[in-house]
């Protein structure tokens, strides 16, 4: 028998430095029943005392566990929240080994998340973004950045059409014209005061 969550589970990608997790602070600072989850500190927990940089080495079985895993952990949150669970997150990653871009969503996150948000940066506010973090990042140029944007892009509305979710996506603009988008998208596919 499959258990019936009343959040609504919704994945928010882009690559690194897009600006996801400063997006949904901001939301949750309004609409406190909304849940924030980053989606890597699940994955550091899972495989501590590992680092995410060793998990990329791993053969491909192992990091499908983790994801697997996380997806249960994931469903633990799911039950506590009160509003809709926005999970920070990615459409794909660059490999750290090999370099290589890949997608990272498996079966269960396909089964899990009932709707996509992308956030689309430019380039340069990438780098940027990266630069004010203060967090050890492999140095792309910004010919790679552009090309994981473009590589994100694309699988987010991949994964929407295959997926049979609605995606919103968010491109380069000012903090209240995102909010406000990403508001009006959650109230049609998650109204709140339908709980």
Same mark, same amino acid.
């Given at each position: 028998m499959r258990t019936i969550y009343n959040s609504t589970a919704i994945c928010v990608g882009?690559?690194?430095?897009?600006g996801k997790t400063t997006l @949904?602070? *901001?939301?949750?600072?309004l609409e406190?029943?909304?849940?924030?989850v980053t989606g890597s500190s699940i994955v550091k927990k899972i495989i501590a005392p590992s680092s995410?940089?060793? @998990?990329d080495g791993w053969p491909s079985e192992q990091r499908h566990a983790v994801r697997e895993?996380?997806?249960?952990? @994931?469903r633990q949150l799911q039950e506590l929240c009160k509003g809709r669970m926005l999970v920070d997150g990615h459409f794909t990653l660059r490999n750290r080994v090999t370099g290589v871009l890949e997608p990272i969503f498996t079966p269960e996150d396909k089964a899990f998340f009932q709707a996509l948000i992308l956030i689309h940066p430019q380039p340069e506010s990438v780098l940027a973004q990266r630069e004010n973090d203060g967090r050890v990042r492999s140095s792309e140029s910004i010919v790679d950045v552009a090309a994981h944007?473009?590589?994100?892009?694309?699988?987010?509305?991949?994964?929407?059409?295959?997926?049979?979710?609605?995606?919103?996506?968010?491109?380069?603009?000012?903090?209240?014209? *995102?909010l406000q988008a990403m508001a009006e998208f959650l109230g049609r596919i998650a109204p709140l005061?339908?709980?």
């Open positions: 882009g690559v690194p430095g897009a @949904l602070r *901001k939301h949750v600072e406190a029943r909304d849940m924030q995410v940089h060793e @998990l895993q996380s997806i249960r952990e @994931l944007i473009e590589f994100e892009l694309h699988e987010g509305r991949r994964l929407a059409r295959d997926m049979g979710v609605p995606i919103l996506e968010l491109v380069e603009c000012g903090m209240p014209q *995102k005061g339908a709980r």
